[in-house]
């Protein structure tokens, strides 16, 4: 692959200066922009106009394990099990006929990056922007630029496993298995309309033993684009060869459910899983994020009711040189993604993993990140990781001077949820096996806005469940509409919008592997100290990161700890490179009385929220939390 000058001028002086000297890299493409807003609008297929020639990407290094390899391999031409299937036969060829689809006389099989850029332009489903590392295809998911929670639903099969087990409510809505063929009905008929499709066969799960087969339908060019990002490609043509997926999803979310109101659904929206027959419809929502979600749920869901029980968890996690595993769950907000990027350790992955028998694994091949105010200095990996076969998503761009679309990360006037999805070797410091052995520690990240929780505290096995199932985190005013102070936001095993069964079944499998595994579980806050916000400080992360390499080096564990006499948690009394009076919360308060006032108030917060768990589960954890 021919690389661009100023791709091999980076380059070079990368390997002379090394990864964290930028500024002779960035001089060589520093740029004056005036800019000047462009309003484009969402994503749809246009007429087709000439392809635009791709500007290869950056050289990035790739890793196995935490050993560096040749900087010059591209991992992008190791994918390559492409094929265009035309005839009147495509779609029995390649399996599709088997739904019900057999209208497309040409089938875009497992695109290369390559010819999924192609594609992208000659269709005109979106713009090409000029970031930094290369030329990054960007699109406009229109109104839903997030998921659409309300409108997902799960068909309630009356006397089926997931009938029983299920845990039904506002996160898992029941819909009729006659709403659902109605639906699907629609769905094949407009794709039996269409003259070519999308059809991507893929993986989710990198272990072998527990890996599901998926395979996803789609109108555009973009969104095949998307789920090869996110998910585990096929390394070659025998592994795709007379593929029986586990699962389907069928994207026409060009279409509407005109009749939802007879159906008993909340929109014309419509995001509906059928486990029992293996497939799924999107309506209405071009959003990327639900192909990706979606999966995920069901993941919660197989794992968990597996003949041996195994763990699904919304976290990150990376490993080290000597094989320790670490995981990191927290909620948006509060550095899941940066604190487990780390310098001296391999990433696995950034966003979902699962516990086996085996250690834990990624379930996905590759990232979806947050771009709001994104900045080299703040986020390098992920802002060095946006370049060609990257996507972004809802970012605002802007014309430069020289005529050049350049994405505003600090213009959130679109949405605050701008995302970018890109493999996982856009990530210099990758653990390519993406499989490690069982985790050392397991650390839940808070962002506490009350400045009441100090900045690293250690968990018993009781109160490590508690604070798994509580899944707190705090909204601070401008966030949303409404807030105008401290908000808790409880969210159950740090995901609850995607758990498929109760809470506590998840935290009984989480208890049992640490327990067997001797993992130790610590509780970080990443937010407020010093006073609550709008009074206190925003914890530096430079003290975060200090306490992060102190858990992942084995000196917290040999810390001499106070007892909380609130939460009843462990307290370090000291750790290198943290101040001293951070450790303790209350120290940190020039008022001690307004710290005890905020102290008890958000220890009731917790309180009440797991009221909802009390008697639930094997063990009813309601004892291992705070005094009230």
């Given at each position: 692959m021919m690389i661009s000058s100023s791709a091999c001028r980076r380059l070079m002086l990368r390997k002379a200066l090394g990864v964290y000297e930028r500024?002779?890299?960035?001089?060589?493409?520093?740029?004056?922009?005036?800019?000047?807003?462009?309003?484009?609008?969402?994503?749809?297929?246009?007429?087709?106009?000439?392809?635009?020639?791709?500007?290869?990407?950056?050289?990035?290094?790739?890793?196995?394990?935490?050993?560096?390899?040749?900087?010059?391999?591209?991992?992008r031409e190791d994918y390559n099990v492409s094929e265009t299937v035309q005839g009147n036969d495509a779609c029995s060829k390649v399996g599709i006929d088997k739904l019900g689809i057999t209208g497309p006389n040409t089938i875009y099989h497992n695109l290369t990056f390559q010819e999924l850029f192609d594609h992208e332009v000659a269709n005109g489903e979106g713009e090409v922007a000029h970031a930094e590392y290369g030329d990054t295809f960007t699109v406009d998911?229109?109104?839903?630029?997030?998921?659409?929670?309300?409108?997902?639903?799960?068909?309630?099969?009356?006397?089926?496993?997931?009938?029983?087990?299920?845990?039904?409510?506002?996160?898992?809505?029941?819909?009729?298995?006659?709403?659902?063929?109605?639906?699907?009905?629609?769905?094949?008929?407009?794709?039996?309309?269409?003259?070519?499709?999308?059809?991507?066969?893929?993986?989710?799960?990198?272990?072998?033993?527990?890996?599901?087969?998926?395979?996803?339908?789609?109108?555009?060019?973009?969104?095949?684009?998307?789920?090869?990002?996110?998910?585990?490609?096929?390394?070659?043509?025998?592994?795709?060869?007379?593929?029986?997926?586990?699962?389907?999803?069928?994207?026409?979310?060009?279409?509407v459910d005109e009749d939802w109101e007879r159906h008993g659904l909340n929109s014309e929206v419509a995001v509906v899983f059928n486990v029992e027959k293996k497939a799924a419809i999107i309506f209405g929502t071009w959003y990327g994020g639900e192909n990706k979600k979606g999966i995920f749920s069901l993941m919660n869901y197989w794992l968990p009711m597996a003949d041996n029980p195994q763990l699904p968890m919304h976290c990150s996690a990376n490993v080290g040189k000597n094989g320790d595993s670490a995981l990191f769950f927290g909620l948006s907000g509060t550095g899941k993604t940066t604190l487990s990027a780390d310098p001296h350790r391999a990433l696995i992955g950034d966003d979902e993993h699962g516990w086996d028998e085996d250690g834990v694994f990624n379930f996905e091949?590759?990232?979806?990140?947050?771009?709001?105010?994104?900045?080299?200095?703040?986020?390098?990996?992920?802002?060095?990781?946006?370049?060609?076969?990257?996507?972004?998503?809802?970012?605002?761009?802007?014309?430069?001077?020289?005529?050049?679309?350049?994405?505003?990360?600090?213009?959130?006037?679109?949405?605050?949820?701008?995302?970018?999805?890109?493999?996982?070797?856009?990530?210099?410091?990758?653990?390519?096996?993406?499989?490690?052995?069982?985790?050392?520690?397991?650390?839940?990240?808070?962002?506490?806005?009350?400045g009441v929780l100090p900045p690293v505290s250690k968990l018993s096995s009781g109160q490590a469940m508690y604070h798994f199932i509580s899944g707190y985190t705090a909204k601070v005013a401008g966030t949303e509409r409404g807030i105008t102070e401290p908000t808790p936001n409880f969210s159950a095993c740090f995901g609850a919008a995607f758990l498929t069964l109760h809470p506590t079944r998840y935290a009984d499998l989480l208890a049992e592997k640490m327990e067997k595994h001797d993992a130790h579980a610590w509780l970080v806050n990443t937010g407020w100290s010093g006073g609550s916000y709008g009074v206190g400080e925003r914890m530096s992360i430079k003290t975060t990161r200090s306490c992060i390499d102190s858990i992942l080096d084995g000196t917290a564990a040999q810390a001499e700890f106070a007892n909380d006499e609130i939460f009843g948690f462990e307290v370090p009394v000291s750790l290198p490179g943290v101040d001293g009076h951070l450790l303790n919360p209350r120290n940190a308060w020039d008022n001690k009385d307004s710290y005890d006032q905020t102290a008890k108030k958000l220890a009731g917060m917790f309180a009440k929220n797991f009221e909802q768990?009390?008697?639930?589960?094997?063990?009813?954890?309601t004892k291992f939390g705070p005094k009230v």
């Open positions: 500024t002779a890299i960035k001089a060589l493409s520093a740029r004056s922009f005036t800019y000047s807003p462009i309003n484009y609008q969402p994503s749809t297929v246009k007429t087709p106009s000439a392809p635009q020639v791709l500007k290869p990407p950056t050289v990035q290094h790739k890793y196995k394990s935490t050993a560096a390899v040749d900087p010059c391999v591209s991992p998911t229109g109104k839903f630029t997030g998921r659409s929670p309300k409108d997902k639903w799960i068909v309630l099969n009356k006397g089926s496993e997931t009938a029983a087990n299920i845990d039904w409510g506002d996160v898992n809505q029941p819909t009729s298995p006659e709403v659902f063929d109605e639906l699907y009905e629609k769905a094949i008929k407009h794709f039996n309309t269409k003259e070519k499709a999308y059809v991507f066969d893929c993986f989710c799960g990198a272990n072998p033993k527990s890996q599901k087969k998926i395979r996803f339908v789609h109108e555009m060019a973009w969104q095949q684009h998307f789920v090869t990002n996110m998910f585990i490609r096929p390394e070659n043509k025998d592994d795709i060869e007379n593929f029986d997926p586990d699962f389907t999803v069928i994207n026409a979310c060009s279409q091949g590759g990232c979806y990140a947050k771009t709001i105010n994104l900045a080299e200095k703040t986020e390098p990996d992920i802002y060095r990781a946006i370049h060609t076969d990257a996507m972004l998503e809802n970012v605002a761009l802007h014309r430069s001077s020289d005529g050049k679309l350049v994405p505003d990360y600090f213009d959130v006037s679109k949405t605050q949820n701008g995302r970018v999805s890109y493999p996982i070797f856009h990530i210099d410091n990758y653990h390519k096996p993406q499989m490690a052995g069982h985790p050392n520690n397991i650390i839940f990240l808070t962002c506490d806005a009350f768990f009390s008697g639930m589960g094997s063990t009813d954890y």
